[in-house]
């Protein structure tokens, strides 16, 4: 089955504490990214990655890290975590047109205290 | 930067009724994408537009591409309590050579048996 797997699913966590949240992928797509949803403000794109190594900056980057070492893997590093990145976070994958996200994950629910 | 104007925010239909929801723009976009998200998951592609004035119908779903290149239209037929979700739309373009995609704030679709 085609699945777009996120860990944590939910996260409680405190100001400053660098966290993971893995994304992984068992289609082969090339094209992976990062979204985060907030009231009011629908989805934002954080980062994407058009292939291994091959990443790139959506339209809320900052206080955000990525990396693509293997194809079916994009984990989103938060170095120090600060309140203003409370929020539901989604990641997705396609393949081919990295406009076109086909599958998104069921999302990470992140707290930061 | 672009901004989606999607609507209406919400609706509230009887099973059965038809649908009608847009997204405007004031930007020229290359493709349009259709969502729907349910509760505590992450959105699912539901249609995908690649020309101006295309028609493309999924089921009872049916979305076209505006002929400016600047809205869609999302349609609905015969709706049933499983239409229940938001829905969004999400715009493509290229922007500097980079392809940017945006989404629009959402339609909360609550449909009475």
């Known amino acids: 089955e085609a699945q777009v797997t996120q860990n944590p699913r939910y996260l409680i966590t405190v100001t400053g504490k660098k966290l993971t949240v893995t994304c992984s992928q068992n289609m082969n797509h090339e094209y992976m990214s990062w979204y985060r949803q907030d009231p009011g403000l629908g989805l934002r794109q954080i980062y994407y990655s058009m292939n291994v190594e091959v990443t790139d900056k959506g339209d809320v980057p900052e206080g955000y890290k990525v990396s693509r070492k293997e194809k079916r893997n994009f984990p989103l590093i938060l170095e120090s975590p600060s309140p203003n990145q409370t929020s539901l976070y989604f990641c997705a994958s396609s393949l081919g047109s990295f406009h076109q996200p086909q599958h998104f994950g069921d999302g990470t629910r992140l707290s930061i205290l | 930067g672009q901004q989606l104007n999607q609507s209406p925010q919400s609706m509230f239909i009887q099973e059965g009724e038809d649908v009608s929801m847009n997204c405007t723009s004031s930007?020229?976009?290359?493709?349009w994408l259709w969502y729907k998200q349910d509760p505590g998951e992450g959105p699912v592609l539901l249609i995908a537009?690649?020309?101006?004035?295309e028609l493309t119908s999924n089921g009872r779903l049916t979305a076209q591409f505006g002929i400016t290149r600047k809205d869609s239209f999302l349609n609905i037929s015969a709706s049933i309590p499983s239409d229940v979700g938001i829905y969004f739309c999400a715009g493509q373009s290229t922007q500097g050579g980079s392809e940017k995609l945006v989404f629009g704030k959402g339609t909360k679709l609550t449909v009475n048996p």
């Open positions: 537009l690649y020309k101006a004035g």
């Open positions: 930007s020229i976009f290359n493709t």
